[in-house]
Structures are given as structure tokens and as C-alpha cells.
């Protein structure tokens, strides 16, 4: 394998179009050639990194040197850039989510397929530390069998940016942070969805989404909250998870957590009651010290490989991809019903039938 063999242009160089130049720098088998923004200020910032800037699309898309694109536009231009793209012979790697509904993503597969090219999209949370080690408790069973998992991120700054506030481009936090957190929930729980229910909040008054909570309820017995809000000037806790052993929990993203596990070793020991409010309780007291082993959160899963090694990968035919379309697709229906739940009030019964 020659070094730096696959070429990519970037389609919008904005802050995510940035990230993923500095990324591919670290990788030794796949290369920048190129950006192209509608914004000459961006334009001008590419050149200033070192980037030759296209003029235009049509520049990109006919340059025979050119294998590949990654796509990171605003969420309502995806599916047009890459249908052309393919249709010019290049593969695509496109940003989250990869287009604003399952009509559009089923448009984008059909035009990959017809080409016979590759589509990865950059679901890169897959990757993320404090995921991974909820992942190894799943599938180790460290706490047990999980039954209840809880994933939130909370802000206080309100939706970030211009077009992220705007219907039509595809704002909103469900499509932003939203299809991140379920691409989590969905390729970790290896199970059918039974049902689905949401909650869409308008609290600063933009006509997109700022924030949601849904329930996921697995076929296998897990209840999955999922929840991210712009307006909590107080955060909880990135992860909370509990399982028949114990609960685990992550704080943030410094990965400062914990586990407490029943301690088998040790008889049943009754806690004392203790003074709670004007009452007292021995059901809420906390377990005796002997009861319970607080230990260290577990080793995070390992990915295979990184999400560029992986796409050089698929594009030599030595690996499938990490992120398959089946997958986004699954999570895009997913999308779909948080909307229609949030909409109606009602609880999406007959979602799964992947
Ligand atoms: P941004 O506004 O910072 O950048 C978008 C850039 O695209 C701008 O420079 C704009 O001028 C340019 N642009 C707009 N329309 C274009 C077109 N038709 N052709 C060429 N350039 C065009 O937005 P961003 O935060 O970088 O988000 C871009 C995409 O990346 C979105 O889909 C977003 O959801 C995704 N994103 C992903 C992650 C992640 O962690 N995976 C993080 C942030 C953003």
C-alpha cells in the first residue's frame, strides 16, 4: 500500500470540514487534495492551510485525480452533492446526519449503488471513550445485565451557529446531537425496538427542536433514555447506567465515573435507617460500606480501527465499513418517529421492522 494513496476533497470548509483536514493529516493512506466552499472567506482560509481551494463543484467532480469527497455541508445539501458525486465516479464520506429524512438517505444509497461506489457516513461518536466503556459493560456484563441506560449531554448556550436554527437546512438538536446519541443506543443494544416514545422542547422559541428526551424500549429488556438539552445550566451526568449487579455511572467527558456492585461476598446486610426530610427511611438509606465494591469504570471497547483507516480499508477491499448504511438507515426511521412522537403526544408502537 502506497502511502497517502486515497485522495479526498473536502465539500465545505467550514468548522467540521476543518476537523476532518486535521484528522486525515494523522492518517498515512489518505490525503487532502483539495477543498471547495461557497464562501470565499472559507475559500481563502483553505488556501491559507495549505489547500488548494476549487472554484466549484463541477471543478471537483471532473477532476479524474479525485477518488473521493467528504461532505460537510449544512445537513439540507448532502443529498444533492453526493448524488452528483457518485454520478462523476467518486466515493463519499458525509457528515451526520447524513440527510434530512429516510426518502432522501434511500435516494443517496440508490445513487451509490448504481455507481457501484462507496458511501460512509461519519458517524465518529462510535468512537468516543465514554461510549466504549458503556459498550464493554454491556457486552462483559460488568454490573450485570444492563436494564436501564441513561445518555444525556446538556449545554446552556441555546442551538448553536446560524443555519442549525433553521427547518429547512435540517436545524435542531435531534438532527444534530440527537443522531449521534442514537447511533450509539443503536449499534451497541443488539436488539428489536419494541417502542419508541418522545418529547420535542421549544423552550427558546426557534421553530427547530433545542433540545428532546425519547425512550427507547428494547425487545430484550432494556429501557433507554435518551436526552439532550441546550438550556441546563446545571449538567447531569453523561452516562447513568444500572444493571442487575450495580449501576455505573460517567460524569463527563474527562471520564470521571465509577461502579458500585452488590459485594457477593458478604452476607445481606440490613442498612440503618436513616433521617430523610421530616422522615426516616430505610428502604432510600444508602447500602452498608461491606454491602457494595466501588470499583473503576472498565477498559473502553476497542474499535477495530479508526474511522479513515477503516474507509481506506473498505476502498482496498480489505474490511467492511464500521458504519453501515443499514445502520444509519435504522437510526434515520428511528429520527422519524422521535419527530412523530413529539408531534402527536403518542407512543410509536410498530417501529422496528429491520
Ligand atoms: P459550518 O456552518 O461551520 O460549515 C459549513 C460550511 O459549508 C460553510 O463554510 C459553508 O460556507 C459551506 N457550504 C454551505 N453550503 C455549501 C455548498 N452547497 N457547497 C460548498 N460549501 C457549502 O457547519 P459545520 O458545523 O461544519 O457542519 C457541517 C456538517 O458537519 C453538518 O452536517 C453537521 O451536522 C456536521 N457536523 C458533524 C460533527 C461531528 O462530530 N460528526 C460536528 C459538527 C458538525
Known sequence: MHQNSHSVVIIGYGGMGSYHAKLIKDNKRVK????????????EASTQDGYRAYP????????????????ATPNDSHKDIAVRAFASGKNVICEKPVTMNVGEFEEMTAAAEQAGKVLMVHQNRRWDEDFLIIKQ???????????????????????????????????????????????????????????????????????????????????????????????????LPRWYVKGTEGTGIIEDWSMTGRTVTRNREVEHVEPKPIQAGVGLTKTMAPPSEEATITGVLPEPFRQPSSFYDNFADVLDGKAEPIVKNDQVLRVLNLIEAIFEGGRTGETVRDFDQY
Open 32 to 43: 487532502v487534495v483539495g477543498t471547495y466552499d461557497i464562501d470565499s472567506v472559507r475559500a
Open 56 to 71: 466549484s463543484l463541477e471543478a471537483v467532480l471532473e477532476d479524474k485525480t479525485v477518488e473521493s469527497i467528504v461532505i
Open 137 to 235: 459493560m454491556y457486552d462483559r456484563k460488568s454490573i450485570g445485565d444492563l436494564f436501564r441506560i441513561e445518555s444525556r449531554v446538556h449545554g446552556a448556550n441555546g442551538i448553536p451557529g446560524d443555519w442549525r436554527h433553521l427547518e429547512v437546512h435540517g436545524g435542531g438538536m435531534l438532527l444534530d446531537w440527537g443522531v449521534h446519541l442514537l447511533d450509539q443506543a443503536l449499534f451497541m443494544i443488539d436488539s428489536k425496538i419494541t417502542s419508541v416514545s418522545s418529547r420535542l422542547s421549544f423552550i427558546l422559541g426557534d421553530e427547530v427542536d433545542d433540545g428532546f428526551e425519547a425512550t427507547i424500549q428494547f425487545e430484550n429488556g432494556i429501557s433507554y433514555l435518551i436526552e439532550v438539552g441546550t438550556t441546563n445550566f446545571i449538567t
